[in-house]
Each structure stands twice: as structure tokens, then as C-alpha cells.
T-cell receptor
Framework: EPEVTQTPSHQVTQMGQEVILRCVPI?????FYWYRQILGQKVEFLVS????????KSEIFDDQFSVERPDGSNFTLKIRSTKLEDSAMYFC?????????FGPGTRLLVL | EDKVVQSPLSLVVHEGDTVTLNCSYE??????LLWYKQEKKAPTFLFML????IEKKSGRLSSILDKKELSSILNITATQTGDSAIYLC???????????FGKGTRLSVIA
């Protein structure tokens, strides 16, 4: 069964460094999302992407964040200058129709 | 502000018990409600509910939406230790907008 994949599974970085989180959505899906989940808190929406552009973003998704679909398969989330409070699990999701399917997540730890 | 509230926040039951998890929502232009199961990492999709009063069933799990009460329940019968997880409820509204998640119910099934 097709699934969303994400790499890396874990990333440890120093505050102020740039990180790129990668996702490969399900191949025929058209809508892509990034969510994050800070430890012990609820899943929060970051950004949605359709037709090669951002369709919606939350207030969390500030100028430090960017997304890209550099080729036909990858969907990336870049955090330009990481802060301690960016430490979280980051989930990618893709959608065809109504249902969003989630990847396994990348656990980001900012030291 | 759109809101999804789940109860209880946590629940401990014995194997074989039946559990009912609750989700209520206040979402402008509500479209559908989704249930996910989150074990170690990614939320995995369980059900999507759009119409009121129609039960969806998958094995020992079932769910139903009540649009009049703005709520949904997830039932698990004959619980097993493998049902231990966080169960997430999320609502979506018109268009291809992101999911709004509740905090989840942590279910622990003990032998």
C-alpha cells in the first residue's frame, strides 16, 4: 500500500542552524501539508501546498519557514535558523479526496 | 476560533472492555471529522465521517457523527493491548483546508 515517507527520522541540530526536512508524498496525491507536534501537545497545522504554491499557512509558519517541491516527488520543509522551541515532531501529510495520510514524522531536537 | 475537544484525555481499561471516546467540535463551515490512531509516531487513519447518523465500522472499531450535537464517538469493543494508543479526532472545513486536531485521548489497555 502506498505511504508517505519522511527523512530523516531524527535530526539533532544546534540553535541557529538551518534544517531541511524531507517528505515523499503518495504519488498521485495533489495536496501536501506539514504539521508539527511539540512533545505532549496537540498536532498543529503549519502549511498546505497545492499546485506548486502555498495555499494556506498558520501563524506558526513565519519567515523562518519555507516549503518547496523541488522535483515531482519530494516536498521539503526548511527552517532557516532553528530555535529551541522548534523542537518537535514534524509530520508531512498528503491528500487525494478528503483524507489526509501522514508520514512517520521527523523528530527534530534543537540544542 | 475553530476548536476540537476530546474526552476523556486518558483512559485505562482491561482487555475485553468496551470503550467510548468522545469528540466535540466548533468548526466554521464544518465538512468532515476524522479519527486517527497514533502509536509511536504517525497518526494512522481510521475513519472519516461526513454524514450524520451513519455508523462506520472496521472490525472492533466503529464511529458515528452527530451534526446536531456537533460531536462524534469512537467505540472500541473487546479491547486488546494492541489498541493502546492515542486516538486523535480532527475536523476539516470547506475546501482543502487543514485539519484541526483535538488533544487526543490516551487509551491504555491492560491485560
Amino acid at each position: 500500500e502506498p505511504e508517505v515517507t519522511q527523512t530523516p527520522s531524527h535530526q539533532v541540530t544546534q540553535m541557529g542552524q538551518e534544517v531541511i526536512l524531507r517528505c515523499v508524498p503518495i504519488s498521485n496525491h495533489l495536496y501536501f501539508y506539514w504539521y508539527r507536534q511539540i512533545l505532549g501537545q496537540k498536532v498543529e497545522f503549519l502549511v498546505s501546498f497545492y499546485n506548486n504554491e502555498i495555499s494556506e499557512k498558520s501563524e506558526i509558519f513565519d519567515d523562518q519557514f519555507s516549503v518547496e517541491r523541488p522535483d515531482g516527488s519530494n516536498f521539503t520543509l526548511k527552517i532557516r535558523s532553528t530555535k529551541l522551541e522548534d523542537s518537535a515532531m514534524y509530520f508531512c501529510a498528503s491528500k487525494l479526496g478528503e483524507t489526509q495520510y501522514f508520514g512517520p514524522g521527523t523528530r527534530l531536537l534543537v540544542l | 476560533e475553530d476548536k476540537v475537544v476530546q474526552s476523556p484525555l486518558s483512559l485505562v481499561v482491561h482487555e475485553g472492555d468496551t470503550v467510548t471516546l468522545n469528540c466535540s467540535y466548533e468548526v466554521t463551515n464544518f465538512r468532515s471529522l476524522l479519527w486517527y490512531k497514533q502509536e509511536k509516531k504517525a497518526p494512522t487513519f481510521l475513519f472519516m465521517l461526513t454524514s450524520s447518523g451513519i455508523e462506520k465500522k472496521s472490525g472492533r472499531l466503529s464511529s458515528i457523527l452527530d451534526k446536531k450535537e456537533l460531536s462524534s464517538i469512537l467505540n472500541i469493543t473487546a479491547t486488546q493491548t494492541g489498541d493502546s494508543a492515542i486516538y486523535l479526532c480532527a475536523a476539516t472545513f470547506s475546501g482543502n483546508t487543514p485539519l484541526v486536531f483535538g488533544k487526543g485521548t490516551r487509551l491504555s489497555v491492560i491485560a
